[in-house]
């Protein structure tokens, strides 16, 4: 059994001031949480000043993303390492969002996987089919290309702490989730291929899911045997409601 992770991706919502009472409450909600592991990725902005308010509480931080060359001029971008001294533990690579309306490539993907891991980030690929191509019955291929261009041939040496996001884009902000068994399916498909691409030791690797996780569903997402954790999008800025995602009960 994986130590689940449950990750809060805050996406282009709340500024200092907002994030700094959402950690607040998100502080006495999930108390000392031992046995999950939660994250959020705040803005940017809001990621250093966060980072001292999380201090001494089980509550750690990710980017939301990354740019893969470790210095330049790439207005606008930061690198691994920026985002680690800013306070990070993880990053966000790939998101859908990114993929769709910044041009984001697999093979970005696999450049920012690099960068991550040379930066000292623990990397959250993020793969995802659209509605046309999970209707056309395409969900499994497009997964596995998107895999197997994020990795190439990374070895799980270097792999050690990559978690991978199954989010089906049609999931994402529109209150539909992949049925727990909809989403098992991709989950066992997804580990399938890191055995054969990693080896026995990529057991380690856990696979979360996002798309329209709520405190409604988490229970019984969590109860299949491939999904390892949440990456939650509007529901992780609602402190209540984010706290009872981390504090799921399996069924
Ligand atoms: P929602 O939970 O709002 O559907 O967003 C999911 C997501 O994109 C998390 O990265």
Redesign the pocket.
């Known amino acids: 059994m994986l130590r689940p992770l449950i990750a809060g991706?805050w996406k282009m919502h709340t500024d200092i001031n907002h994030g700094a009472k959402l950690v607040e409450k998100l502080r006495e909600l999930v108390g000392a949480s031992e046995d999950v592991e939660v994250l959020i990725a705040p803005p940017t902005t809001s990621i250093h000043h966060l980072h001292f308010l999380v201090a001494g509480s089980p509550i750690k931080l990710a980017a939301q993303n990354i740019h893969w060359e470790t210095e330049g001029a790439y207005t606008g971008e930061i690198t691994a390492e920026m985002a680690h001294a800013a306070g990070c533990e993880y990053v966000?690579i790939g998101?859908?969002?990114r993929r769709a309306y910044f041009g984001e490539t697999d093979e970005w993907v696999h450049k920012k996987l690099i960068a991550a891991v040379r930066g000292g980030l623990k990397p959250i690929v993020?793969l995802g089919e659209s509605l046309e191509e999970r209707e056309a019955g395409k969900a499994l291929e497009v997964i596995a290309t998107q895999l197997k261009g994020a990795l190439k041939t990374l070895a799980m040496g270097v792999l050690k702490d990559l978690v991978i996001?199954y989010?089906p884009v049609w999931?994402?902000?529109?209150g539909k989730t992949a049925s727990p068994d909809e989403a098992e399916e991709v989950h066992a498909a997804i580990r399938e291929q890191l055995y054969d691409m990693l080896g026995t030791e990529a057991k380690v690797v856990r696979i979360i899911y996002?798309?329209?996780?709520k405190a409604a569903n988490i229970d019984e997402l969590m109860g299949k045997p491939n999904i390892d954790g949440a990456?939650?999008?509007?529901?992780s800025l609602k402190p209540e409601d984010f706290a009872r995602i981390v504090n799921f009960e399996k069924s």
Not at 171 to 174: D, E, K, S, V
Not at 231 to 235: C, E, M, N, R, T
């Open positions: 991706n966000i998101h859908s969002e993020c996001a989010e999931a994402i902000g529109t996002g798309g329209s996780v990456l939650v999008g509007g529901a």
